[in-house]
């Protein structure tokens, strides 16, 4: 099955820096990758859509300078948080559409990133 | 807007119970309906998908999803759940007037051996 990995899976920086977490599709093409973020007890939010070689589109009350999102090749998208703050913890998922096997509906994730701003 | 509600956010049970954890959507056109399964340390993982066709669903390990319009559900089940089990469990939609899917808050289960 298509697989999906993140790296870092863990990550603590200080507050002010920027952490960047790159999500790449191992045995497969996406041209169209996917930014969650998971807060304790609650659902994955969808932060943005990331389509290879082309702006990414971002969910409303998403902040695109504080996400920035690239998609510069068919296996690799990376999310930057810039200047994260405390604030910015989370859990980040990153998951992929596999062309050959479906449309949007069809995802796979990543193992995801535990992001800890101090 | 397109929402899902899970209305179990732990569950306990012992080996060999049955489970059903329920699912509600709230959307009136065409839906895709998904169960996801997060085990401990691991990443999501497809359980059952419904699309199109017969509204039971049967997908990995024993699970079974029913997806009912007229209620807007689509409950997953297990008849006799084991230990190995315990994990989180997110039900989500997909419509292609959003073009994006929408998950639910998920359910802990907890399996006691």
């Known amino acids: 099955g298509a697989v999906v990995s993140q790296h870092p899976s863990r990550v603590i920086c200080k507050s002010g820096t920027s952490v960047k977490i790159e999500c790449r599709s191992l045995d497969f093409q996406a041209t169209t990758m996917f930014w969650y973020r998971q807060f304790p007890k609650q659902s994955l939010m969808l932060m943005a859509t990331?389509?290879?070689?082309?702006?990414?589109?971002?969910e409303q009350g998403v902040e695109k300078d504080k996400f920035l999102i690239n998609h510069a090749s068919l296996t690799l998208s990376t999310l930057t948080v810039t200047s994260a703050h405390p604030e910015d913890s989370s859990f980040y998922i990153c998951?992929?559409?596999?062309?050959?096997?479906?449309?949007?509906?069809?995802?796979?994730f990543g193992p995801g990133t535990r992001l800890l701003v101090l | 807007a397109q929402s899902v509600s899970q209305h179990n956010h732990h569950v306990i049970l012992s080996e060999a119970a049955s489970l059903e954890l329920g699912c509600n959507y709230s959307y009136g056109g065409t839906v895709n309906l998904f169960w996801y399964v997060q085990y401990p340390g691991q990443h999501l993982q497809l359980l059952l998908k419904?699309?199109?066709?017969?509204?039971l669903v049967k997908g990995i390990k024993g699970f079974e999803a029913e997806f009912i319009k007229s209620k807007f559900s689509f409950n997953l089940r297990k008849p006799s759940v084991q230990w190995s089990d315990t994990a989180e469990y997110f039900c989500a939609a997909y419509t292609g007037g959003y073009q994006k899917v929408t998950f639910g808050t998920g359910t802990k289960l907890q399996v006691i051996p």
């Open positions: 998951s992929a559409r596999d062309p050959r096997t479906g449309g949007a509906e069809t995802q796979y």
């Open positions: 990331s389509n290879e070689g082309s702006k990414a589109t971002y």
């Open positions: 419904y699309f199109s066709g017969d509204p």
